[in-house]
């Protein structure tokens, strides 16, 4: 008897060890929309459900996906994007962990934004196109000051503008590279449009989004991010993401202009 016990009793351990595991971690940012909210039983909550449990299913090859479902009052309308440098199994293992937690942040609110470092989901009750403009933007910083801050923010512009001259030629609307800051420290940055961008769209984009900076509060520390609906960049005084291999665009065929 004493040994079925102890037996139940390992079995018991291991089992709830599993459910524990299998649970995604919390999200690293959220934000939840205040465009109204849906009821537990709604056709709402139906569409959504439906779109979130398929979302990791419909990515494209560069980690993004954009939809809506439903009609009138009952539309949902989800962008998902992976980072750039994400490889396909880690992404949409980083989607489907959204997809479980976002819910939890936001249980019953018609819009929602949340995501971890590698992945960031949005969803709202109004079309694509409405959606555009409905979480924008979106800071996250680090707590730590950048030593020497005029000189760090002179270098980490210099590399944004760099970096946002190659992103948009790039197929997945993406580039990272470093630079090296005050007293030897090296800066680490990357830069990303959601894939279906023109190469014009992606660059202004990304001038808009940069700035944002003075009213970040990442401005003058060692890292920082900022998402738009449309595209995001981030910074750090550490490697964060895999080396990638990118193409300059030719001599002479830029067209893009920040004025």
């Not at 293992?93 to 249980?107: E, L, R």
């Amino acid at each position: 008897m004493a040994i079925q016990k102890w037996l139940l009793f390992v079995f018991l351990h291991v089992h709830l060890h599993h459910l524990i595991l299998a649970q995604p971690p919390d999200l690293e940012f959220s934000e939840c929309g205040v465009n109204g909210d849906y009821t537990e039983n709604s056709t709402y909550k139906k569409n959504l459900n439906t779109l979130l449990t398929s979302l990791s299913s419909k990515l494209d090859r560069y980690g993004f996906y954009n939809a809506s479902i439903g009609q009138n009052s009952d539309i949902v309308s989800v962008i998902v994007l992976c980072r750039g440098d994400l490889e396909m199994e880690k992404c949409r293992t980083c989607v489907n962990n959204i997809a479980q937690q976002i819910v939890k942040s936001c249980p019953k609110q018609k819009g929602a934004l949340g995501g971890y470092t590698e992945c960031i989901i949005k969803y709202s009750n109004q079309s694509i196109e409405d959606t555009q403009s409905i979480f924008s933007p979106y800071f996250y910083s680090s707590i730590k000051d950048a030593s020497g801050s005029d000189e760090f923010n002179r270098e980490l512009r210099k590399l944004l503008d760099s970096l946002r001259v190659v992103a948009p030629d790039d197929d997945r609307k993406y580039a990272s590279g470093n630079a090296t800051g005050p007293n030897f420290q090296t800066i680490y940055a990357l830069v990303q449009c959601n894939p279906d961008l023109s190469p014009e769209d992606c660059f202004d984009c990304l001038t808009e989004a940069y700035g944002d900076m003075s009213d970040c509060p990442c401005n003058g520390k060692k890292g920082g991010r900022i998402f738009t609906n449309r595209c995001n960049f981030r910074f750090e005084t550490y490697h964060f993401f895999r080396e990638m291999t990118f193409k300059a665009p030719p001599a002479g065929e830029l067209h893009y202009s920040s004025e």
